[in-house]
């Protein structure tokens, strides 16, 4: 949010330091002091823009509008995801999806499988609505199998995470190209190679790691199957089919806006209706309205629900996600109020001149931002921006464009903390306290950070040997 006629007149470092003192403030208070989460966090959002000089008269103003930005996104996708969920739940649905997998895979390999049917559903869904459609099955698996959350959760969270930082047609990789100039087509490419073995080094083995250290058991947030359903459960059929209408929904959404984009489409598509209509299909809330709706009726009904029970299933699941959703959302309020403080333009006066190679700049710049507001996007588009006059000064290859947009997407990725609305996101439906999402989630989102830098590095150095 800008505030109009104000300018920010503190510098980066004593900006910098505030930033990190409310960072610390937020961790003592919640921690030491087991203040809530949802206050804390106002509190801590509220004494920051004070401290940042921003004018008294606009600072409700700021929380509120980055409360209800978030919240925006946010509380249509964990609501909506929480009915899906719970009806694929409570129908039977997600034990059919866990026996089919461990039945392919193998019950020693069921943290695997989940991380792989996440890849493949993390491929147009964003992070958090996919991580919502997906964690049924995780904790279905989970309960059938037993361990902790973390063995089955971290390897499926993951993927959505690499997916979305790395691959077109996700936000972030496709506003960092524009930016460059890279060919989307290499960037996909080089975002898939990247993205795949991250993936199995940082979720998947770290998982499995994580899941023998702390044990935390798997969470009831979104209910339990019932037992009369799961002796006659639905058809696998049925169950994959409701779970892929969203990502099918999704898919064309995206693929119609890159056909329309490339010029593939008839000039003028963008403005007909069918085109506005089938893209209005594809927007994520709306794709997964028609998921519940397909499941209320398919998973619901035809296992005997009535009216009344399905209203009851759905009434339910939103209960024990309002948490989560008020606790985003004041996530979403502080990396609102670090970002209205300018925090991010100073920091990248500062550091526009680093006299450091064009890839590690871009890393180190978006990891910053990252770090200091919370926004992934925000850092990437940022540090794209900054970085793109000297991109294209610098005569790069198409692969070397390529490797640059995965760069600094890999920076903006990193120390998922705090100021993150993710953070909360996957903290509470872990049900983990935040200790535990720290040295798990945001050791989990670094370590994709700097695995997908390194491999983005050699494959720039491997594209600069090819001319």
């Not at 206050?39 to 004494?47: A, C, D, E, K, R």
Request: net charge neutral.
């Amino acid at each position: 949010m800008t505030i109009e006629g104000w300018t920010q007149t503190l510098g980066a470092t004593p900006l910098l330091l505030i930033a990190l003192a409310a960072i610390v403030v937020l961790l003592v208070l919640i921690m030491k002091f087991k203040i809530h989460a949802f206050i804390s966090l106002i509190l801590v959002s509220l004494l920051t823009a004070f401290a940042t000089q921003i004018p008294t008269g606009k600072i409700v103003s700021v929380l509120t509008t980055g409360f209800g930005n978030t919240l925006a996104t946010v509380a249509l996708l964990v609501g909506l995801g929480a009915m899906l969920g719970r009806i694929v739940e409570q129908s039977g649905g997600a034990k059919v999806i866990a026996d089919k997998l461990i039945s392919i895979f193998g019950e020693n390999r069921a943290p695997f499988a989940l991380g792989v049917a996440s890849l493949i559903f993390g491929f147009p869904i964003f992070f958090d609505a996919g991580l919502v459609v997906m964690l049924p099955v995780v904790f279905s698996v989970g309960r059938r199998l037993g361990g902790s959350v973390l063995l089955y959760g971290l390897p499926a969270a993951g993927a959505f995470s690499v997916m979305h930082i790395f691959v077109p047609p996700h936000p972030g990789p496709v506003a960092a190209a524009e930016f460059f100039g890279a060919n989307a087509g290499y960037v996909l490419i080089l975002g898939l190679l990247i993205a795949i073995p991250t993936w199995y080094v940082t979720s998947y083995l770290f998982g499995l790691w994580a899941g023998k250290k702390w044990e935390f058991p798997i969470p009831t947030i979104l209910g339990e199957a019932d037992a009369e359903h799961e002796a006659n459960p639905p058809r696998f059929g049925a169950v994959i089919s409701i779970m892929l209408i969203p990502l099918l929904l999704i898919f064309l959404n995206t693929g119609l806006n890159s056909l329309a984009t490339a010029g593939v489409l008839p000039d003028g598509s963008k403005d007909q209706v069918w085109y506005q209509f089938l893209r209005a299909l594809g927007e994520t809330p709306v794709a997964l309205l028609i998921a519940v709706i397909a499941a209320a009726l398919v998973l619901g009904r035809k296992q005997g629900m009535s009216s009344t029970a399905i209203q009851q299933v759905m009434e339910q699941a939103l209960g024990p996600v309002c948490s989560v959703i008020l606790i985003t959302g004041a996530g979403g309020m502080f990396g609102s109020v670090l970002r209205t403080s300018g925090i991010g333009g100073a920091l990248s006066d500062v550091l526009g001149n680093m006299g450091i190679p064009l890839i590690l700049a871009g890393f180190i710049i978006a990891g910053i931002l990252r770090i200091a507001q919370g926004s992934a996007t925000v850092a990437l588009t940022t540090a794209a921006g900054l970085l793109a006059p000297g991109v294209a000064a610098a005569g790069l290859n198409e692969f070397q464009l390529a490797a640059m947009v995965i760069a600094v997407a890999a920076g903006s990725v990193i120390v998922s903390h705090v100021n993150d609305s993710g953070f909360w996101l996957v903290g509470r439906f872990f049900e983990l306290d935040v200790n535990t999402t720290l040295k798990t989630w945001t050791v989990l989102e670094t370590l994709i950070g700097v695995m997908g830098f390194i491999l983005a590095a050699v494959a720039f150095g491997l594209a600069s040997l090819g001319g």
